[in-house]
Structure formats: structure tokens, C-alpha cells
């Protein structure tokens, strides 16, 4: 485990007996000993307050944390990391977000046991009882400003300046959006692709079916302030979840686009249209794995329409489309049938299965390069051993005061670097048997039994197989026979 020490004094602190650097660092190196803990860095804050998070060693630290350089951070009492409610809880929020643990070495607060945890959730409790009473004051607030036709903050939609005045060539893309919808009766994706193909941006960002959509939803353009949004069961709440309300409607100081009798209109006829066509996610064998392999967009299955067979059955397709091509068409990516992803991803595995009829001169060849790869693999973990058995001998001179905290902090990352080295050799030594054993034994399992599965069982092996599967192809418009595969391949990644 990599354990990293804070350790910060004031001056008051520096007066006091058992604060100081040297007590600290003694006490903390002992406790890291006694759990047979590796300290990788030591951030020290000298004559800085805990008030807040403004201190160099700290700033330092979180940065290795976004890094994800350490598993623990061990400090010798909870107020020498901070003194603050929210900055405790925000802390702790980052470590549990990078999995990083906490621990104090004189007090129950860590986060390795189920005690330890109730007092940090103790403290996340005092800080959001804070946070409430600050929005709901917060709240107040802004709906005061609603009130008197005042935005309540955030930024001013496209349209606006920053100021909240209207850009005339903006607001003229706005009103066409609307002309286009109502009187030319386009759909929301064709005005999107028409705006596209015209090169008209929206500040630099092109125009989908989506961000069409939410201008004609805005009602901000109808000269109406909005406090709220709705939520699922009728009522609405402001983005923050904290500051839950109701709707609250208040005509704006600003200059409207258009009319709230324009607004409602195409707005009714907005929801009219809001059937989107989408089917059963569990007729979808490879939701959310597909990537598409020209523009790095996710693929999302749909179904054609309905048909009727000879015989009198009915019978709808499922395909896979990439979502750019679908929301603007900036991408060429064909649609493809789900049965021809299926057909792709067998020869893939087929290609990836080892043979079976591997003839015993082989079999012995392959014995004797495992044995070979073992050795090496036991000289590099011996290697890295003794890499850590030095980052501790260097730990005991920064006790016993032989070497400063940048000296330790320097010996520390060289024989961090050697110990990356190290790892990454050996993880290049393993890489070959990666797809053998373990991964191999779950394709074979995979295709086998695949005739048996039905749609949800399919879809579910899939997510348990595959991380991503992304498609490739130079086709752009496919037409030909009906079905028929065109030529494509693919490539995954495994769980």
C-alpha cells in the first residue's frame, strides 16, 4: 500500500509539545512500520492554518491524488489535515472518489473499517446540514430575483451575450429554427443536418437533433425567467438537487425571441411528436459496447419498420447506427445489421480461439517459453522487492534526521521510476498469455452456448465478455442485396 504523511504546524502548533515536524514525522513513520506500510511522499505544511485548503504542500497533494500517485493518506490528527466542516467533507469526498483511504494515527477517524466510517459519515452529515441551511437561503434568493424579472445567475443562453442582450444574428438562427419546424414542417433532425450542411455553427459546435430540440423547448426565448425543472413526477426542481421547489414563472427584464403564444404552440406540438420510435433495449444484444471506428462515436441499435412475410408473420429488424451520423450526419458510418455485428464478432473469435489439433512439438515449444517467462518473472518480482526494502531504509534516515523531507522526497521518486520500470516489464513479460487461459475458456463458453441463449441472455454474456467492441469499414453507403454482409471487421477489448 502506498501511504503518503500530511504534516502541518502553525505557529501556535510549532510551541506545543508533541506538534511539531519532528514529532509528526517520528510518530507517523513508527505507525507506518508497525502496519508494514510503504510511505511514498511526505507533504509538509510549516507555519500554515487549517481555515482552509490554500497551502503549497497541500495544493501539491491534491494533485497527486488526481494523479492517483498514493492508496492512503495518514496524518497524525484529523485537525492537522483540516478544521473545517466542508473542507473535511470535500476532502473526503475526493479521497472516496479516487479510492483513496484516510486515516488518522491518534483518533477513530479512517475509512478502512465500518467504525471508522461512521465517524467520517458523522462529519459528511454536520457538513450537509450546513450546505442545506446555505441553500436554502440560497434559494430564497433567487427566487427574490425571479420575482423582480431577474435571470437567478448561471450563463445566458445562445442568443444572448454575456450581458443578457440580444445578438441579432443569433436570435435570427432562432426564429428560422422555429419557421423551419412550424412552416416547412422539418423534423428535428433534418433542421439540425439542413443547418449543418449550411455550415451554420451554433458558437462553434454543430447543430443536432438534440441542442434543436432544447431551443425550442427554452422557454428563456419566450421572455419568461424560469426557476425549476421538472422532474418525473410533475415537479420541479433547480439543477442543484439541494434546492428542490416548485415551478416558478416570472416575466424577464430581457428581449424575447418570440411570443409565449408562439411558445405554447409549437411546443404542444413538440410532445405531439415526441414518440421517438425507440424499441425493447432487450431486443439490442450489444447496447452501449459498440463504438463506431470513423469518428469514436457510440452505436445504438433501433428496429426497422414493421413488415409482413410471405407467410403472414410479422417481422422488424434490429440495426446499429452511430449516434453523430444520426444526430447530424458528420459521420459516413453505414448501419449495419445486428446480425451482421454478430456474424463479425464470430470470426473474431474464431480468430483468437487457439486451435485444438495443436501438434505436440508445439505443445512442448509452448511449455518451454511459459518456463522461460517464469523465470524472468520471478527475477523481476525479486527486483522489485528490493526497490521497496530501500524506499524504507530511506524512510529511516528521514527519522532519524539523516536526510531532509526533499532529499527523501527525490531518493523516493527514483526508486519510484525503477519500480515503474520493473512493473512494466513485467507486465510486458505477462501480456502474451492475457488472451489464453482465463479470456479464451469465456469465448469458447461464449459460442457454444450463444444458439441457446435468448435476446436477454445474449445482451447480458456480451457486457460480461466485452468492454468495447468497435466497428470498422471503408464502405459508406451500403445498397445491395438484402441480406448480405458488406465488408467489414471489428476489434474488442475485455473486461
Known amino acids: 500500500m502506498r501511504v503518503v504523511l500530511y504534516i502541518r504546524v502553525s505557529t501556535d502548533d510549532q510551541a506545543r509539545d508533541g506538534f511539531s515536524i519532528e514529532a509528526q514525522k517520528r510518530k507517523l513513520i513508527s505507525y507506518c512500520d508497525s502496519q508494514d506500510w510503504t510511505v511514498t511522499d511526505v507533504y509538509i505544511d510549516e ?59 491518534t483518533e477513530s477517524f479512517e475509512t478502512r473499517t465500518a467504525t471508522g466510517r461512521l465517524f467520517i459519515r458523522l462529519i459528511s452529515d454536520l457538513a450537509q446540514w450546513e450546505r442545506e441551511n446555505i441553500a436554502e437561503r440560497v ?7 425571479v420575482t423582480e424579472g431577474r435571470r437567478p445567475g448561471g450563463r445566458y443562453p445562445y442568443g444572448y451575450t454575456k450581458e443578457g442582450v440580444l445578438i441579432p444574428e443569433e436570435a435570427a438562427v432562432i426564429r428560422r429554427i422555429r419557421d423551419m419546424y412550424m412552416k416547412d414542417n422539418l423534423s428535428l433532425k433534418k433542421i439540425a443536418v439542413t443547418l449543418v450542411q449550411e455550415g451554420v455553427t451554433r458558437r462553434g459546435y454543430d447543430w443536432t437533433k438534440s441542442s434543436v430540440s432544447l431551443t425550442l423547448e427554452n422557454i428563456y426565448y419566450a421572455g419568461i425567467i424560469r426557476f425549476g425543472s421538472k422532474m418525473a413526477n410533475g415537479k420541479y426542481v433547480n439543477r442543484k438537487k439541494e434546492l428542490r421547489t416548485e415551478i416558478l414563472d416570472s416575466v424577464g427584464s430581457h428581449e ?3 411570443t409565449l403564444d408562439e411558445f405554447n404552440e409549437h411546443l404542444e406540438i413538440l410532445r405531439a411528436r415526441s414518440n421517438s420510435g425507440y424499441s425493447r433495449l432487450g431486443d439490442y444484444w450489444f447496447t452501449g459496447l459498440l463504438k463506431c471506428g470513423k469518428c469514436g462515436s457510440g452505436m445504438f441499435g433501433r428496429l426497422t419498420n414493421e ?24 459521420c459516413t458510418m453505414p448501419i449495419i445489421r445486428q446480425k451482421h455485428v454478430e456474424h463479425l464478432l464470430f470470426e473474431f473469435i474464431e480468430s483468437i480461439i487457439i486451435d485444438p489439433n495443436i501438434t505436440e512439438e508445439k505443445m512442448k515449444k509452448v511449455k518451454s517459453e511459459r518456463k522461460n517467462k517464469e523465470k ?15 524506499m524504507k531504509k530511506w524512510q529511516y534516515m528521514f527519522v532519524n534526521d539523516l536526510i531532509s523531507a526533499d532529499d527523501l522526497r527525490e531518493r523516493l521518486n527514483e526508486e519510484r ?12 513479460i505477462n501480456v502474451n498469455n492475457q488472451e489464453t487461459d482465463y479470456i479464451i475458456s469465456q469465448l469458447k463458453e461464449m459460442k457454444e452456448l450463444w444458439p441457446l441463449f435468448d435476446d436477454k441472455e445474449k445482451a ?12 470498422y469499414t471503408d464502405l459508406e453507403n451500403v445498397k445491395g442485396v438484402k441480406n448480405k454482409f458488406f465488408e467489414a471487421s471489428l476489434s474488442a477489448k475485455y473486461r
Open 47 to 105: 507555519g500554515f492554518s487549517a481555515k482552509d485548503l490554500n497551502r503549497p504542500e497541500m495544493k501539491r497533494m491534491l494533485e497527486d491524488l488526481e494523479d492517483n500517485k498514493f492508496d492512503m493518506v495518514l496524518v497524525y490528527k484529523l485537525d492537522r489535515l483540516t478544521r473545517s466542516t466542508a473542507d473535511c467533507d470535500k476532502l473526503l469526498k475526493l479521497f472516496e472518489s479516487h479510492k483513496v483511504m484516510f486515516q488518522s494515527s
Open 139 to 145: 434559494r430564497f434568493g433567487m427566487e427574490q430575483m
Open 256 to 258: 424575447p425571441v418570440w
Open 307 to 330: 413488415r409482413i412475410r410471405k407467410d403472414g408473420s410479422r417481422a422488424r429488424v434490429v440495426y446499429y447506427m452511430c449516434r453523430r451520423k444520426w444526430a447530424n450526419k458528420s
Open 376 to 390: 524472468e518473472i520471478q527475477k523481476h518480482k525479486r527486483n522489485i522487492e528490493e526497490t521497496q526494502e530501500r
Open 417 to 428: 521510476v525503477k519500480e515503474s520500470e520493473l512493473k512494466s516489464e513485467l507486465e510486458k
Open 460 to 471: 447480458e454474456i456480451s457486457k460480461i465478455i466485452f468492454k468495447e467492441i468497435t466497428l
